[in-house]
Structure formats: structure tokens, C-alpha cells
Nanobody, 120 residues
Framework: VQLQASGGGLVQAGGSLRLSCAAS????????MGWYRQASGKQRELVAAASSGGSRHYADSMKGRSIISRDDVKNTVYLQMNSLKPEDTAVYYC???????????????WGKGTQVTVSS
């Protein structure tokens, strides 16, 4: 399985970005897809996750500001982020696996990171 992420970039505070992550290969093994992020000097943290059963999970810091969605026909997950803040600046990693949690233990596949920079 390969995860190809896109959509990062530079945006001003208050702006929006949409990240995309397309899965290819034996995608039937992926039950949950989502995004982690890692800011400089900090641990990687779960941002949002979407399960094949329809459940959605958001980090407290992203609730009300982001929407995760998945297109199972295209094997793609999207993260719409709004009202971005400088503290959202990080490398965002697409992830897929049995489940996504703060402990990474359910992650089976990682995509390459995409940089999101929010200027003040």
C-alpha cells in the first residue's frame, strides 16, 4: 500500500487548506485513514481520523475547524482545515491502518509528510 499526500502549503492565519491522501495497492487492508502532524520539536499527534464504518475523530485543537472525509471509490481521504492558526504549522502525515490513535499502534502505512505553514 502506498499513500500519496498533497495539498500542503503556506497560508495566512485565518485561511484554509485542503489536504488529500490517495491510497493505492491492497487498500482493502485499510480500515481507518487520517492525518497526524508533527511540529518542530514536538511529538507526532493525531489530527483527524475516519473509519470505514463512518466514525470520525478529531483532536480537540481541530474540532470545529476541520472536516475529514473519505471517498472509498477513489480510496482518498481529505482534510479540510479552516481558520488556521500559526500553531497549526507542522508536517502533516497521512496514515492508514486498522485504527488510528494517539499511540500509532494501529497505523500500518504512512505517507510522506506535507508541510503546512501558517503565517501570522
Amino acid at each position: 500500500v502506498q499513500l500519496q499526500a498533497s495539498g500542503g502549503g503556506l497560508v495566512q492565519a485565518g485561511g484554509s487548506l485542503r489536504l488529500s491522501c490517495a491510497a493505492s495497492g491492497t487498500v482493502s487492508t485499510i480500515h481507518a485513514m487520517g492525518w497526524y502532524r508533527q511540529a518542530s520539536g514536538k511529538q507526532r499527534e493525531l489530527v483527524a481520523a475516519a473509519s470505514s464504518g463512518g466514525s470520525r475523530h478529531y483532536a480537540d485543537s481541530m474540532k470545529g475547524r476541520s472536516i475529514i472525509s473519505r471517498d472509498d471509490v477513489k480510496n482518498t481521504v481529505y482534510l479540510q482545515m479552516n481558520s488556521l492558526k500559526p500553531e497549526d504549522t507542522a508536517v502533516y502525515y497521512c496514515a492508514g491502518g486498522r485504527f488510528l490513535s494517539s499511540m500509532y499502534d494501529g497505523v500500518d502505512y504512512w505517507g510522506k509528510g506535507t508541510q503546512v505553514t501558517v503565517s501570522s
